[in-house]
């Protein structure tokens, strides 16, 4: 099964894709992780895309889609595979499906995690970690026994700076901008299906196998 994770971020959607990897036994291909593995490894593209973000510039996505590529080739995606943060736009949409259609490997699922504004609100900017245990918490969903007191360590729970409010509206507003229009394209493209992203993780994770086996 070849899909693609859509979904804002705090929808859930790496969780659910480590438990679709246990189930499924598919790859999940993460741009971020294949691109630090080829500046790593020093090959010609992580080579080319390390001279970009030397310079603090975005990696172009015709980079960002030849790793993408490359790392579709490997053996372990001939099962198939789940990508997860990209595309991040249609434009990129439009050149992943003519590199998947020469490779013989076209999607076959879009799927869209959806969660309510106020609820990613809640689940990003309640997030609170410990700073001896790097344990987490979320002071609406999770909180420690005590306020701002870690159960394990009794260490001192904070807030990062990526977790607070105006950067977590910017996110969220960047993500609407960007990558929402994604939804339009696939579902155009007739294989959008969209899962309810709220409540239990086993419960939205078995709706998530259901509509997977239903498209087998």
């Known amino acids: 099964m070849r899909i693609v994770l859509l ?23 993460s741009t971020g992780d294949i691109l630090r593995k080829a500046v790593a490894d020093g ?8 001279s970009y973000m030397d310079k ?18 490997q053996d372990d995606c001939k099962k198939g595979f789940i990508l997860d943060g990209f595309p991040r736009n249609t434009s990129q949409a439009e050149t992943l499906d003519q590199v998947l259609a020469e490779m013989n ?16 609100m809640k689940r990003l900017t ?35 700076d990526d977790d607070k409010e105006e950067t977590i509206k910017k996110r969220l507003e960047v993500y609407e901008a960007q990558t929402a229009p994604l939804i339009d394209y696939y579902e155009k493209k007739g294989i959008l299906r969209r899962v309810n992203g709220e409540g239990d993780i086993e419960e939205i994770f078995a709706n998530i196998c259901k509509i997977i086996d239903e498209l087998k």
């Open 7 to 29: 979904g804002a971020p705090g929808a859930g959607k790496g969780t659910q894709a480590k438990k679709l990897i246990e189930k499924y036994g598919i790859p999940q291909i």
């Open 43 to 50: 090959t010609p593209l992580g080579k080319e895309a390390k």
């Open 126 to 160: 309640g997030r609170r970690t410990c700073k001896q245990c790097n344990q987490m918490y979320n002071i609406y969903f999770s909180p420690p026994k005590k306020e701002g007191v870690c159960d394990k360590c009794g260490g001192e729970l904070y807030q990062r």
């Open 56 to 73: 603090g510039e975005l990696v172009p996505d015709s980079v960002v889609i030849g790793l993408v590529k490359e790392r579709l080739s």
């Open 105 to 120: 490997m076209p999607l076959q699922l879009a799927l869209s995690v959806d969660v309510d504004f106020d609820i990613l």
